[in-house]
């Protein structure tokens, strides 16, 4: 038995038109709140329908776009449903709202998430374009010239760049020689506890 389901792949072509409205809203909220504008709403309707225009009219500005927002949107979602979680099991808002503004590891962990998303759209968008050795005809080389294998990160394809340089074993090593110091550091300049003799 067929399962029906929703063809929406046409919703693509009004991308465009998705992300100037977004744009739009967002930077005109931005300046709403700020005043960095003053308070003339006219001045910030115009600034933010100036920046959606030239949102809308950049490919890849539109692409950092559109894969930011799920991703953000996920994030929130998330968020929300884990503040549900702790208050069906009896905390309060004080309690929650106590916790995030006091706990310093959630709230770099928040910042780390954004700012990985943030990378993420930005190498979707713009990632392809600062590859510099790669061939718009015929199989990619590196350097050296000869032809690129498995592992290797002198093909033409991005993601699959990315991938073989995040999971490279000298990046592995240095990542974890890296956590393994910050981790030393912080034990060290920990202050002393009062029963230490």
């Known amino acids: 038995m067929a399962t029906p389901t929703i063809d929406i792949t046409f919703l693509e072509y009004f991308s465009p038109i998705f992300v100037f409205v977004l744009v739009v809203l967002i930077v005109y909220a931005m300046f709403y709140f700020t005043k960095f ?4 709403k006219t001045i910030h309707w115009a600034i ?3 920046v959606g225009i030239v949102f ?3 490919t ?3 692409t950092v776009v559109t894969v930011l927002a799920p991703w953000f949107t996920v994030f929130f979602i998330f968020l929300v449903f884990l503040i549900m979680a702790y208050k069906l099991f009896g905390a309060t808002d004080d309690q929650i709202k106590n916790v995030i503004s006091h706990s310093h590891a959630i ?3 928040v910042f780390t998430i954004g700012i990985i998303i943030v990378l993420f759209a930005l190498g979707a968008g713009f990632g392809q374009d600062l590859l510099g050795y790669t061939q718009d005809v015929g199989e ?5 010239g000869r032809e690129a294998g498995t592992g290797s990160t002198a093909t033409s394809d991005y993601t699959q760049n990315l991938i073989a340089t995040l999971f490279n ?8 020689i890296l956590a393994v110091a910050s981790l030393t550091i912080r034990a060290m300049s920990a202050p002393l ?5």
């Not at 504008?37 to 003339?40: A, D, E, L, T, V």
């Not at 990619?140 to 050296?144: E, F, G, L, R």
């Not at 506890?193 to 003799?197: A, H, V």
């Open 169 to 176: 074993t000298r990046i592995l090593g240095m990542i974890l």
């Open 60 to 62: 890849k500005a539109t």
């Open 193 to 197: 506890r009062p029963d230490w003799p």
């Open 56 to 58: 809308m009219f950049s």
């Open 140 to 144: 990619a080389v590196d350097t050296s």
């Open 107 to 109: 709230q770099y962990g």
């Open 48 to 50: 933010a329908a100036i």
């Open 37 to 40: 504008m003053g308070s003339n």
